[in-house]
């Protein structure tokens, strides 16, 4: 009979276990892509219409989440995805309750932290090793921004947030500051509520200007995004949590769809988002927005196909001439 009891017990309390973990853990379905579509070189008025191609549903890439407290700080100053500027960029996260993955370290999005060093827990040039649990890209990924040969930026954008209304962050320094809200449409729309009041599902776009990438060359190169991250906060979750919660969802184009778009070209993304499960119930008060700048795009674009036809035509040109010459 003891032996049953404690069986009994151990059984309760692994599925206690389970459904409190049910109830803190993202999953990928939570946010889904629905539509992709080539940005038309002249849009009719497509704010705040979703894309028109439809394509089957497609879940998140990838999802970290609950984590405790609120996803701060975000991307400041000439936000280009330089390292420790904003969370997905490796700074430690601000006041508000950290739950330890991302406070005093960030263990999640700083590519340098090192568990099995706590002498030393950041290699900034990675003789240490990577982080082994960064989350949404690879060391491979990372960028040389200060050209010291050292890799260090993982190239996050921060594009803005919405509480009740989209409010968009700028890219850039002095006169090359913009504005994002000139070269990029950001929409959400709930299905009950609104935003930082009583939403939890609804639906989402993303639709870039046709010539973004000309507009952004100057700061980012030829490419325009290879990941979009979606950050979803809210308030209490649960009687138990006494602080808020959020959970962030990444969808990395350079897998998705079979890997078959060209990331040099702008598309119009839309999809759906329903975190009523994941938070409980509670309410969304805002959503932040990010994407990334592709490593082999940056700054000094490949010469494309079309100019290397047009010089190995020259030369043999030139070749067939000074064969030719009468000199």
């Not at 040389?144 to 890799?151: A, E, S």
């Not at 500051?177 to 609804?202: E, H, P, R, W, Y």
Request: proline share 7%; glycine share 12%.
């Amino acid at each position: 009979m003891k032996l049953l009891m404690q069986l009994v017990c151990m059984l309760a309390l692994l599925l206690f276990s389970f459904s409190a973990s049910a109830t803190t853990m993202c999953s990928t379905s939570d946010v889904m892509l629905t539509d992709v579509q080539l940005v038309p070189e002249i849009q009719v008025d497509p704010f705040p219409n979703a894309p028109a191609t439809s394509i089957p549903p497609v879940a998140a890439s990838e999802c970290v989440g609950l984590l405790a407290g609120n996803d701060k700080p975000a991307a400041s100053g000439s936000n280009i995805g330089e390292y420790g500027n904003g969370l997905l960029n490796g700074e430690v996260q601000g006041p508000g309750n950290p739950d330890g993955s991302l406070s005093p370290y960030n263990t999640l999005f700083d590519p340098f932290y090192n568990e099995n060093d706590p002498t030393d827990p950041l290699a900034f040039d990675g003789t240490e090793g990577y982080n082994p649990d960064l989350v949404f890209i690879e060391p491979s990924d990372l960028q040389d921004w200060d050209g010291d040969t050292n890799k260090t930026d993982p190239g996050w954008v921060y594009l803005g947030k919405d509480e009740g209304g989209f409010d968009y962050a700028t890219t850039g320094d002095g006169p090359g500051k913009i504005n994002i809200g000139d070269v990029v449409d950001i929409d959400f729309s709930c299905a009950v509520g609104a935003i930082g009041n009583g939403c939890t599902s609804g639906t989402w776009s993303v639709m870039p200007d046709f010539d973004i990438a000309t507009q952004l060359f100057d700061l980012f190169g030829e490419g325009v995004f290879d990941h979009l991250a979606f950050v979803f906060k809210t308030g209490n979750v649960d009687d138990t949590d006494k602080g808020s919660d959020f959970a962030i969802y990444d969808f990395n184009f350079n897998t998705l769809l079979g890997g078959g778009l060209d990331l040099t070209m702008p598309y119009n993304l839309g999809g759906t988002f329903d975190l009523g499960t994941t938070f409980g119930d509670k309410g969304i008060s805002h959503i932040s927005v990010w994407a990334r700048d592709p490593v082999f795009f940056k700054n000094i674009p490949e010469p494309n196909s079309s100019l290397l036809i047009l010089l190995g035509v020259a030369l043999l040109v030139l070749r067939f001439k000074s064969k030719h010459s009468l000199l």
